[in-house]
């Protein structure tokens, strides 16, 4: 059972008067730097004349020594939208960092728009050679794309490096459910793994059990270890009418030894919905990193991050 | 080589050319009851040669309830000698994918191959987007019944997208051989004008098993037109100590109106599989004066049968009225 204490909200994109940084603020990421701990985000500038937005990376800087405390903010675009017909259009949207010799790997999920169903996504790498400020990519397609079983909506990358792999931990569509306004997809927790970074196999099979339905949708699957075994905190929800009360996010777990089988206890997961404020209707995109012997997660709050993430300080893991 | 130099075999003095009987157009899908109600086009013809028979699968069109075209695959039986139809498939051979499906719009065109006891389908399957018209991947589908119906191996594609092939994999010919699989495919370089239109190129990918491929991540056959070149339907076929290529390629705008701007045959040749010379002045068929391939030849495909060369094609408006047949002159 973890025990988080919750730290609050520690940003809220509504506090920034940033064009392209108008509304949501969601799937926060850390990079620890020498001074500073800086999070990446997803947000969106206002929709456009059809109701549809657009998702650009971003970041805030806070200070390594008190992370309430935000000292940055990133004022231009890191990473700018993909060409025409590309898989990343029309958005950028989470985004995993990592730290590869000098520079930074960024993987994040492209979103494409399509006629019968809304949306589309792949996972592409984008590169950092000034610590994180800007990102450049190396190639107009994806470094993790489609294949026989995954057939769409490869999203919400994670990458870690472990024994000297990388890992990337992200979701995979299964089907699309006719819903009432629109298609909605469901997807899985997925794993591949990599020498370079680049090119990438596929474990093939789903990770977690799925406990609401069996369309359950889950998403962010944050993997760290410690004593001796790998943790994984994910969000999970219903596939339809997730914005009704009780069938959104939620913060789920599960544990693993060998990083292929794992065990599901979302009551170990130590984190729930506040009673009132920023994230009492839904948490989700959970992120776990150590920072100077203590151990963190920013997470994001109602409607998917609209108003912003926060902060919660692990108490207890027995 | 010495006396035995066939006429066909490319040489480097330039004088030699392959020539091709042109057997005229030997399928009209306007004189044939189609699946799904299927009337108009019958693109991309690919053949299976079975015992008695010769199949030959094409790309026929619905309209879907929005106007908009869904390209289904059927077959046609030909007698050996591609002189006479002996039957029209009633049922599409592969069913177009679900939605959100790489090939929910449409499969087209289908290339199969026989693999042992099986016969392998690649298919090109279609969906539509909202910048651009579309999106393409190649699929996999599996016959256990010589061809005449598949089994898709998954939902989604064995070959699409990856770092430096952003968008429109399609257009897929495999073959075997020693003991690895093939694929000469096309991707995606360039959406550009409005209303968009796209470029692509012929690319090369291995693989074990015919289901988790390897690209070789380069421009395999040189431009003839320039960058904005677009390269179709490569299909390769070995004969006389040399693999043949064929192909088709055209401007990427105004290829739908301007005669010149159309599709034609190019070719290239190897010795080794891996380093190609186009020279599309051998391919050794060209337009018609007139007629029904007076301004376009397209999706070329070829095939060996009782020691005949065959070359399958489609001709004007993309081969909305049908596809011919050439055999090689040896």
């Known amino acids: 059972m973890f025990s988080w204490r919750k730290l609050g909200r520690v940003f809220d994109p509504r506090d920034v008067d940033i064009d392209w940084m108008k509304d949501f603020a969601q799937a926060p990421s850390a990079l620890v730097l020498d001074d500073r701990v800086r999070v ?44 025409r017909g590309a898989f990343d259009e029309f958005g950028t949207n989470p985004a995993s960092v990592i ?13 494409t728009r399509c006629e019968s169903v809304p949306f589309n996504a792949a996972i592409g790498l984008a590169i950092s050679r000034d610590d994180g400020a800007t990102f450049g990519r190396i190639g107009n397609g994806p ?45 899985k927790i997925r794993m591949a793994s990599s020498s370079d970074g680049i090119h990438w196999s596929k474990h093939g099979a789903d990770l ?34 997730f914005k ?15 990083l292929r089988a794992w065990t599901r206890d979302d009551a170990k997961a130590g984190i729930a919905v506040s009673p009132d404020g920023w994230d009492s209707e839904t948490i989700s995109y959970p992120n776990v990193f150590d920072l100077d012997g203590s151990t963190y997660m920013y997470y994001q709050g109602n409607q998917v991050g609209k108003y912003g993430f926060g902060l919660a300080r692990l108490e207890a893991d027995s | 080589m010495g006396s035995g130099w066939p006429a066909w075999k490319p040489t480097r003095n330039g004088q030699m050319f392959m020539k091709w009987k042109k057997l005229g157009k030997i399928f009209d899908p306007t004189d044939h009851a189609l699946p799904n109600g299927c009337v108009e086009f019958a693109q991309s013809p690919q053949a299976l040669v079975c015992t008695d028979f010769i199949r030959v699968y094409f790309a026929t069109r619905q309209r879907d309830a929005i106007g908009k075209y869904v390209s289904h695959i059927a077959f046609v039986d030909f007698d050996r000698r591609l002189s006479r139809i002996l039957g029209v498939s009633k049922h599409a051979a592969i069913e177009v994918g679900g939605l959100g499906a790489f090939d929910e719009h449409g499969i087209f065109p289908m290339s199969p191959v026989r693999d042992g006891d099986r016969v392998l389908a690649y298919t090109t399957g279609w969906n539509r987007k909202v910048s651009v018209p579309v999106d393409s991947s190649i699929g996999l589908a599996i016959s256990t019944d010589d061809g005449r119906s598949f089994q898709k191996f998954g939902t989604g594609p064995v070959v699409t997208t990856s770092l430096h092939e952003p968008f429109l994999i399609a257009d897929a010919f495999v073959a075997l051989r020693g003991g690895t699989y093939h694929m000469w495919y096309i991707y995606g370089t360039a959406w550009a004008g409005d209303p968009p239109e796209r470029v692509y190129k012929i690319g090369h990918a291995t693989s074990a098993d015919g289901v988790a491929w390897e690209k070789e991540g380069r421009q395999l056959i040189a431009d003839r037109l320039g960058s904005s070149e677009c390269q179709a ?45 186009r020279d599309d002045a051998r391919a050794g068929i060209d337009v018609s004066p007139d007629g029904w391939d007076s301004d376009m030849q397209c999706y070329p495909s070829t095939f060996e049968c009782d020691g005949n060369i065959y070359l399958l094609y489609n001709g004007n408006e993309f081969g909305r009225r049908g596809f011919g047949a050439a055999m090689l002159e040896r």
């Open chain 1, 99 to 111: 730290r590869n010799g000098a520079e930074v790997w960024m993987y994040y999920a492209g979103w």
């Open chain 1, 143 to 187: 470094v993790l794309s489609y294949s026989f079983d995954e057939p769409f909506v490869i999203g919400s990358p994670r990458i870690r490096k472990f024994n000297g792999t990388m890992y990337l931990w992200y979701v995979a569509g299964k089907r699309w459910i006719r819903g009432d306004d629109r298609p909605e997809p469901v997807y």
């Open chain 1, 244 to 258: 009704d009360r009780g069938r959104g996010y939620q913060i789920g777990y599960a544990s693993s030894s060998d």
């Open chain 2, 233 to 277: 339907l490569p299909t390769v076929i070995h004969f006389d100590g040399c693999h043949h290529m064929f192909f088709c390629y055209r401007r990427q705008f105004g290829f739908r109106t301007d005669r010149e701007g159309a599709y034609r045959i190019g070719y290239a040749f190897s010795d080794d599989f891996a380093n190609w010379t």
């Open chain 1, 208 to 241: 977690i059990d799925s406990v609401l339905e069996e369309d359950e949708c889950q998403a962010s699957p944050d993997v760290f270890f410690s004593k001796g075994k790998y943790h994984m905190f994910f969000s999970y929800r219903h596939t339809l009418g």
């Open chain 1, 40 to 83: 990446y985000f997803a947000c969106r500038p206002a929709a456009d004349s059809n109701g549809q937005f657009v998702s650009y990376v971003a970041y805030v800087d806070f200070k390594r020594d008190n992370l309430l405390e935000r000292i940055n903010i990133s004022k231009q675009r890191i990473l700018p939208l993909g060409e």
